[in-house]
């Protein structure tokens, strides 16, 4: 590799990296609209494909960061636990469509159940027929229930 192209590699390693803290400033912006758990993925993994593209860059800079490139005052920590914190959403987004899925499947089989326990039913039911020779002592509402052999 030529002189020539090492310096044409080190610009566009430092416009890389001075460049990373305004897109992460827009994703940051853009993390403010997700609505749903695909976007939550995206979001994601463009924001730790950031973070992959700093350390590299910070690799391939090395010690010319500080010295003669400008250290960059972007709050890189904060960023990482905005990840952090849009994981445990994307993972709680999640769980809601999981219990979501699972209400409709129970509220479905509820339905039927009540459909089907009125179609079974008579009128000579044992159960039915046992509630009423059920009576009072006295025939007062209030009075405890004897039943009668």
């Keep these: 590799m030529s002189m020539v192209d090492t310096l044409e590699n080190l610009d566009r390693t430092i416009l890389r990296y001075q460049n990373l803290p305004a897109r992460a400033e827009e994703l940051i912006s853009d993390s403010r609209r997700i609505g749903n758990i695909w976007d939550y993925n995206e979001w994601i993994e463009k924001a730790k494909e950031f973070l992959n593209d700093k350390q590299l860059c910070e690799l391939e800079l090395g010690i010319l960061i500080g010295s003669s490139v400008r250290r960059s005052p972007f709050g890189w920590d904060m960023f990482q636990k905005l990840i952090t914190v849009m994981e445990w959403q994307e993972e709680c987004q999640m769980k809601e469509e999981v219990m979501e899925e699972e209400d409709d499947d129970l509220s479905s089989v509820g339905m039927s159940a009540v459909w089907d326990s009125t179609e ?3 009128g ?5 027929d046992f509630v009423r020779s059920a009576s009072s002592a006295s025939g007062h509402v209030n ?7």
């Design 124 to 128: 000579d039911d044992e159960d039915v």
């Design 143 to 149: 009075d405890p229930i004897v039943i009668d052999e």
């Design 120 to 122: 079974d039913e008579s």
